[in-house]
């Protein structure tokens, strides 16, 4: 009886769910905005999410001029979907909104090289791929244990070192792109305007400032402050309730 009563609650919040994302995008199309945002919001609160989800309240808040609540969206939306290209275009445009121009620093030497090759995909990619090459090494290794022609034996045996070796850099590329998404704790500013202390209490001197839809990166938090890095390497204390995290 109890797994009918959770069956029925899932199907239940699921038609839920799609039924306020679908009034949200008729909203939306009526330029009902806020409306819309209502409903999106309301699937958010039955505890469902998607790309899509989170793509939709984007726009609805670029539409309204809010910038930090679309910027935050759209990274949200790109954490499920990374490869999106839409999402990414329009989080562009809702980034030339704010106010600081943070430059990044560039990587050099070898974290440069490994940081350019793993992040050409997703680690979800990667061990899609490492299956890939898993079965190759596989295929090759059956041609090799069965083939009679010494020829096609050397084929298959040298094969089977190249899929091995492509199979180890997969894999570790997955590895890799997987801890530094775990790593990463990407924050965006929702406060107006908003001072950065050296160190972790209100009487500390503000070594700089940050405005409404600035992303930054959290490095430690501490009661209610967060020490936060911007792109360009700059580092600071800034009071939690300022930000939002988007992981």
């Known amino acids: 009886m109890k797994h009918l009563v959770y069956i029925f609650l899932f199907i239940t919040s699921f038609v839920f769910a799609q039924s306020g994302f679908e009034k949200g995008n008729v909203l939306y199309q009526k330029g009902q905005y806020q409306q819309a945002i209502q409903a999106y919001e309301s699937v958010l609160d039955n505890h469902q999410q998607s790309a899509d989800l989170y793509f939709n309240l984007g726009n609805c808040y670029y539409k309204l001029n809010k910038v930090a609540p679309a910027i935050y969206n759209y990274e949200k939306a790109l954490v499920l979907h990374p490869e999106d290209v839409d999402i990414a275009n329009n989080l562009k445009f809702a980034q030339k909104l704010t106010i600081d121009e943070v430059k990044e620093v560039p990587k050099v030497g070898f974290a440069k090289l490994l940081r350019d090759f793993t992040e050409m995909c997703h680690y979800n990619t990667w061990a899609w791929i490492s299956v890939?090459?898993?079965?190759?090494?596989?295929?090759?290794?059956?041609?090799?244990?069965?083939?009679?022609?010494?020829?096609?034996?050397?084929?298959?045996?040298?094969?089977?070192?190249?899929?091995?070796?492509?199979?180890?850099?997969?894999?570790?590329?997955?590895?890799?792109?997987?801890n530094h998404f775990v790593d990463e704790r990407p924050a965006i500013v929702f406060a107006e305007v908003t001072e950065v202390k050296s160190e972790p209490q209100k009487a500390s001197p503000a070594t700089f400032v940050v405005h409404e839809g600035t992303k930054v990166f959290v490095e430690e938090t501490l009661g209610k402050w967060k020490k936060i890095q911007l792109t360009d390497g700059t580092e600071g204390w800034i009071e939690s309730a300022t930000i939002r995290e988007v992981k």
């Open 132 to 178: 890939v090459f898993g079965l190759l090494f596989l295929g090759f290794f059956i041609g090799y244990y069965f083939s009679p022609a010494t020829v096609s034996k050397r084929i298959f045996f040298f094969g089977m070192f190249v899929w091995i070796l492509f199979l180890l850099i997969s894999v570790g590329a997955a590895i890799f792109e997987k």
